[in-house]
Structures are given as structure tokens and as C-alpha cells.
């Protein structure tokens, strides 16, 4: 089978319907999704990511592979964190960036990231989209090309083609079929389950009322104030709010029940907020933000509201984003991430190799380690 690889600046310039064949029920690849963060001004070279998307097609013009590839020019967004890589580049007298990353930006969610079409043979068209990375980096002097966050498939074929692999540990949930949140308690140690169970009731106890709206529910005044709970939140941590109220606007359109917003309201008052994002299995968490504190609301509104959600929904999975050993409490336990990385210096390759699998024995060894302080009890454990 004979493939052409183009290279494309902006989504746009690929079929919408054919690129969502592609993506299946993952709602971070939709072409939707990545379209306003091209068009809504989330990207661009201000933010350091500039789209360069592969799309592999066959003789007769099939789309059967793509790629959400961008050249970055700071590391910001990834959460595979690399600094330590660019210091290292610049002590050497060398440039770390450009690079080509292919990832969802500002979005540490595990998905696939070598889109083939159903039905196509994976291996050749994975095979081209690897090799048109490469050639792209090698003709923009990029210092190389990482594959974050990637499907456990993708994970093991990366690697089987030499690729060292980095190891990350996020925190997920997981669906055993429970009936009701009062059944998904009822595997916790008693300590735990008071625990939760008193959280659920301070928020109850200060008069806060939540409420889950899909986003063609929601109207402009209820996105914009969740949206600048978003902004609220990265400001207070000194942090970059890349994502703009338009960005909102428009998913909330476009993507319908797959953008889940909970919202806390205290007096009839919007007071806080959490913004998930649904795929076909999964419940994604991202941002949350508020314009009051209130006793373990985070808690309520992030996680607990997100698990109730799940289990009426029947989804199998809750990720309620990066970091957070707190969670583990709460039932999110200590969960695998990884990334691939392809290195273009030669005199990089070998200490980059060394170095993942050193990390990768440390982080493996604190993930069993994490799993220690699971809630569940021994004979209840997932």
C-alpha cells in the first residue's frame, strides 16, 4: 500500500469527517475541539504551538492516518516536563527548541496520538506518519519529536522500534460496576469512607447546591463566569489561562454533551465550577475555579460529583487531571502514563536512553509504593 503524508498548518485544511472517523469517541481528538484552539487564539506563536498535522492518504485520496503534531517553542502546555533537557542542550551551546510534539496542547490526557483509519494496516500507515515526523524534524532543525500521553498500543509499538519510553503516574478512577456512590464506598476501610462521606456532608451543610450542565444546556452569562473561574484559578497560581471565554463559546457548540460542566451555586449564585469533558468510556477532569471557599467543595465538585456522573452514565474511567496524591483517598488510584521521545543530536541519544530508564525504574517503584495508601480494603481492591 502506497501512502502520501501531507504536512498541514492548521486542521482546516483536512476533511472534518474524516478526521473525526479517525478520532473515534476521544474528545480532546476531535476535529472540533482542535479547531478552536487554532481559531479562538489558544495557539499560535505567542503560546508556542504551531500545528503542522500529518494526514496519510492512499492512491485514490482515503484518508487512513493523521497526527496532532506541533512545532513548540517552549515546553509550557505538555506536562512531561523536559526543562532539565533544555538546560542540559544549552549547556552543551545548543538549541532545545524547536521541537515537534505530538500531543493534545494543555491536556495531559492518555490517548491515541497515530490515528489510523478502521480497517487500514496499522503497521504501514503508523510506519508513515513516523517516518514524515521525523524527516519534518530533521528539515526544521527541530531536536526532536515526543509523543506524550500515548495508548498503551502505541506505547509498546514506539518502543519496539527503539524508542526510549518515559514513565508518569497520574491518579485514575475506575468504574467496577458500582450502583450508586453508596456502593462504590462500600470497598473503602470505614476511616476513608467516614472521611468522604462527612466531605459530601460539609458542602451539603453550607447551603451549596450543585448542578451538572452539558454544554449546549449552558448559555454565554454561565460560560463566561466558568470561564473566569478558569482564568481565576491560573492567575492565583501565577499561571498562563491560554484557553479564551470564545474557545468556550464555541466547544460548547460544536461538542454538545461532551463538554460537563458542575456548578456550584450558594444563594442562587454561581460560586465555583469544575469544566470535564466526556469521550465514549471516559470522564475527563481539567479546570476548576472558584470565587468563594467553601469547606471541601473542590472536593465535591471535582471529584465526587464527577464519580456520581460516571456511574449514572456508565462510563468505565474518570481522569480527573495531572498530579495529586490527595486523590488516591478518594478513590483515584496510581495509574501508568507515557511518553516516547525521538532525540535528532547524536550526542544526546545515548544520555536521553540512559536517563529515561533510570527514571522509569524510579517512578515504577513510587507508583507500588503509592498504591499503599489505597482506600479500598484488601479484599476490595481493584
Known sequence: MTLTVSVHAAISEIDRAQWNALAGGDPFLQYEFLSALETRQCLGRVNGWLPVHLAARNAAGELLGACPLYVKTNSYGEFVFD???????????????????????????????????????????????????????????????????????ETAWLEARGLPLRLGCQYHWRNRGYRDFEDFLDGFVSKKRKNLRQERRRVRDQGVELDVVHGHQADEALLATMHGFYVDTFEKHAGWATLTRDFFFEIAQTMGERLVLVVAKH???????????????????????????????????????????????????????????????????PTRTWSAHWIAEGGFVEPVKDFCQRERVAMQQRCDELHALSPFREDDRP
Request: hydrophobic share 40%.
Open 267 to 333: 444563594g442562587g449564585r454561581a460560586v465555583a465550577g469544575a469544566i470535564n469533558f466526556r469521550g465514549d468510556d471516559t470522564l475527563y477532569g481539567r479546570y476548576w475555579g472558584c470565587a468563594a471557599d467553601f469547606h471541601s467543595l473542590h472536593f465535591e465538585a471535582c471529584y465526587y460529583q464527577g464519580i456520581d456522573y460516571c456511574i449514572r452514565e456508565g462510563l468505565a474511567r474518570y481522569e480527573p487531571g495531572a498530579q495529586g496524591e490527595h486523590k488516591i483517598s478518594r478513590g483515584f488510584l
Open 83 to 153: 526543562w532539565g533537557w533544555e538546560a542540559a542542550w544549552r549547556r552543551a551551546g545548543l538549541n532545545y527548541y524547536p521541537k515537534l510534539v505530538c500531543a493534545i496542547p494543555y491536556t495531559p490526557a492518555t490517548g491515541r496520538r497515530l490515528l489510523v483509519a478502521e480497517g487500514a494496516d496499522a503497521e504501514t500507515v503508523r510506519a508513515a506518519l513516523v517516518e514524515q515526523a521525523l524527516a519534518l524534524a530533521q528539515e526544521l532543525k527541530c531536536s526532536g519529536v515526543h509523543w506524550l500521553f500515548t495508548a498503551d498500543d
